[in-house]
């Protein structure tokens, strides 16, 4: 169990689908003790129907928003007026920029920190992969690729058993899916200077794109690819646990990424492996990224070192989203 000086408690706003891995996580941390949970829906089996209610009847040090992102503006400021210590709130954060922009300042306003709750760059690969960076295992990085392999979008139900609010957003990869990467590659690979997009719906039963390839240009002709196909999947048991593939290269060699989770190096010129993270049984959602990024912020909220997902910070996440869209449309690079 993680140790933490103040044991910190949570209040839970929605119980969906991907609100029980924050439930788990919250419960299998000692800093941290979940009072209450909120959801508008009675078959969940919340405590309140909704977040004011839970604000009157407990004192929360953390109000934590795991619901659909058009709820989002409305909760951060429902939670903004009871000044809890801080606020997290899920990916894709707002339904639109504008808002995003505006809930930053509120909460900077009202003196609450507000976290974005962008688990992927706290997967246990990706944590491997900046570690070898910082090395210098592969020299000067060249290029990274990630090739997104989900199998999950297929057919005339995709995505209804799990998140059926996917099939009617009409932007849904890269707004849903690919800002967690744009997220990674910018933790990895430091801020993009320009991109290209090309985005594509393979499924007419959802009205957004579900494919694109997208190429972001860095410092030092660094380039981070994603090729993303949420129809097709990739050779793996469970392609929920790294999502797809990647190779980080470098000039003295190449990181790569399988799906059963593990990370090897391989020195260039040469073809033995050596091994970074050896593949093993995560609890929890995605290599336990969901207890990593909770970890984090009990972590910084008790004064230990930076915070990586502030909200102000990830608005340029979602700059760099809205980027794609517009290189998609013209079908033209975009300068940053």
């Known amino acids: 169990m993680e140790k933490t000086e103040d044991v910190l408690r949570i209040g839970l706003v929605g119980l969906g689908y991907f609100a029980r891995f924050h439930r788990d996580a919250w419960n299998r941390l000692d800093g941290a003790t979940l009072v209450a949970a909120a959801d508008r829906d009675p078959e969940t089996g919340a405590d309140f129907a909704d977040l004011g209610a839970m604000l009157d009847a407990h004192p929360i040090d953390v109000v934590d928003i795991a619901t659909p992102p058009h709820t989002h503006e409305e909760a951060i400021m429902t939670a903004l007026a009871a000044r809890p210590r801080a606020i997290v709130c899920q990916k894709p954060f707002c339904s639109e920029y504008g808002q995003a922009r505006d809930v930053v300042a509120a909460a900077e306003d009202a003196g609450v920190p507000l976290i974005v709750h962008e688990n992927f ?14 090395d210098g295992l592969v020299g000067r990085p060249l290029q990274l690729t990630f090739r997104l392999r989900t199998g999950d979008g297929r057919g005339p139900d995709a995505y209804s058993a799990r998140q ?3 099939r009617t957003m009409p ?3 890269m707004h849903e899916t690919g800002v967690h990467y744009v997220d990674t590659f910018r933790y990895l690979l430091g801020e993009p200077g320009g991109l290209y997009a090309d985005l594509r719906r393979l499924n007419p039963a959802i009205m957004g ?17 994603l090729d993303a196909n949420r129809l097709a999947d990739f050779d793996a048991d469970e392609t929920r646990r790294t999502f797809g593939e990647a190779l980080l290269e470098g000039e003295d060699g190449t990181i790569a990424l399988t799906g059963d989770g593990a990370v090897t190096v391989r020195a260039h010129g040469t073809q033995a492996r050596r091994t970074l993270l050896a593949a093993r049984d995560w609890p929890g959602f995605a290599g336990d990224c969901v207890l990593a990024f909770q970890r984090h912020v009990l972590d ?3 004064g230990r070192g930076p915070l990586e997902t502030a909200a102000r910070d990830y608005l340029r996440n979602l700059e760099l989203v809205a980027a794609t869209y517009a290189s998609a449309e013209r079908g033209a690079r ?3």
Not at 209 to 225: I, T, Y
């Open 121 to 134: 760059r706290f997967q246990p690969w990706f944590r491997t992969m900046k570690a070898a960076l910082d």
């Open 164 to 166: 059926p609010y996917f």
């Open 171 to 173: 932007r849904f990869l």
């Open 209 to 225: 794109e579900d494919a694109g390839l997208v190429v972001l240009e860095f410092a030092d002709e660094m380039r981070a690819v």
């Open 300 to 302: 910084r909220l008790n």
């Open 334 to 336: 975009v300068e940053l």
